[in-house]
């Protein structure tokens, strides 16, 4: 079927005919949409002729987004799937996150942050993220001054200062990338996670390439790309192995954390034993360090492979060992509400591959207790929440529609 012969309301119409159609109506070259979501236009080509036909839900989403489609069952066909079931509303502190962003009137004129008060800000910021419930209206009051104050110092100091400056920015920008997520913004997210490669390796610091790589393999890794994600990992992991000897606490948790991504890029692709095999690399690094540490960015520490035992489960598909791991780590001590919200939905996913709904469903009222924001932009979370309450058994329903109402799903 040619493009200009396709009628969107077909339902015989596969999703990359879809794509190709509401591109083409968009005035959309396959790069520029490809840009949009993270993607090559020679992905795009394969998407609309069929050659890659299972698409995660992250990047339908992102596809919907990028050509302005307010339902994802414009590409999917089938009964109305608001995006707003999905992704979360923008949240308010959005625009103005976006404007320091995008915005190039850095002052020339005014004297920049010392650089100590710049990290020590920066480092303040992570704390009160990690203390509060609704972690997204933390971040959205503090990371606009973050932003143009990190750029203004990039901008006002030289040589080695410049280069710790770069290093902060790089960090702020990752910062920004956990304000992002889930949110109607995958321009504005791609744009901080590229940002952020490129300052961190402008810096020549170890530890902010370090977290850029997690950054990017995770941003890769939720568009559905195993292989890109894979394969920054893996080249993050060769680049920084020279410097791991000896190296100090912070970099070590997230030369652990790399470890981790492999395992979790690994059980989304199927890859059952190497998922495994990494998730154990992992450990053996987060029981080397010690028992209080909890590295800001990543979550890792000894407490959090617990959690992330719970995940490589479920994306493996393993019901049984998903349960297992969810009855061990339902009340892991994690000391950082936002992680012990997702931690919850993660163990709400497990029951539900094992089929309890109603464990589910506890599991995520307590994800709402412990992080309402992380709940209410959380895209699993929301078709779970969204299913039970429509679909699930009877007796379940209200409770669903309870809960769908304090995350504001309409349904």
Not at 132 to 160: M, Q, S
Not at 206 to 223: E, I, L, M
Not at 290 to 301: A, D, G, H, L, R
Request: aromatic content about 6%; glycine content about 8%.
């Amino acid at each position: 079927m040619r493009g200009r012969d396709i009628d969107p309301a077909d339902p015989e119409l596969s999703v990359g005919q879809r794509v190709q159609y509401f591109r083409r109506r968009r005035g959309m070259s396959r790069e520029i949409l490809g840009g949009l979501v993270g993607k090559s236009a020679r992905w795009v080509k394969a998407v609309e002729r069929g050659e890659i036909r299972e698409l995660k839900l992250p990047t339908v989403l992102s596809l919907a987004e990028a050509l302005r489609l307010r339902d994802i069952a414009q590409l999917t066909g089938g009964r109305p799937l608001p995006t707003s079931m999905f992704r979360g509303p923008g949240h308010p502190a959005l625009p103005a996150v976006r404007d320091a962003i995008n915005s190039v009137s850095v002052s020339m004129t005014d004297p920049p942050s010392p650089l100590e008060h710049l990290e020590t800000r920066l480092d303040a910021a992570w704390r009160a993220r990690h203390a509060a419930p609704d972690h997204r209206t933390v971040l959205g009051a503090l990371l606009p001054d973050l932003i143009k104050d990190a750029k203004n110092a990039v901008r006002a100091y030289e040589g080695a200062e410049r280069r710790r400056a770069l290093s902060l920015l790089a960090r702020v920008y990752n910062l920004a990338q956990f304000f992002l997520a889930y949110q109607p913004a995958t321009d504005l997210y791609w744009r901080v996670v590229e940002r952020s490669m490129m300052a961190a390796e402008e810096s020549e610091d170890a530890r902010a390439f370090a977290a850029a790589v997690w950054c990017t393999a995770q941003a890769h890794r939720d568009a559905g790309d195993f292989d890109a994600a894979e394969a920054v990992n893996r080249e993050g992991l060769e680049l920084l192995k020279p410097r791991i000897d000896g190296a100090e606490e912070n970099l070590w948790a997230l030369w652990g954390a790399l470890h981790h991504e492999v395992a979790y890029t690994a059980a989304c692709g199927g890859e059952r034993g190497t998922a495994w095999r990494w998730w154990e690399k992992a450990e053996k690094i987060a029981q080397s360090l010690p028992t209080s540490y909890y590295e800001p960015m990543t979550s890792f520490s000894r407490v959090i492979m617990g959690a992330h035992a719970v995940t490589v489960a479920v994306e493996a598909r393993q019901s049984g060992e998903a349960r297992r791991q969810a009855v061990r780590t339902a009340a892991a001590a994690i000391p950082s509400q936002p992680r012990k919200g997702r931690h919850l939905i993660e163990v709400a996913r497990a029951w539900r591959l094992g089929g309890d709904e109603e464990t589910a469903l506890r599991s995520l009222d307590d994800a709402y207790v412990a992080a309402p924001e992380t709940i209410r932009y959380n895209g699993y979370a929301r078709r779970m929440v969204t299913e039970l309450a429509q679909e699930g058994p009877l007796g379940l329903r209200r409770d669903a529609r309870d809960l769908a109402d304090r995350i504001g799903l309409l349904v």
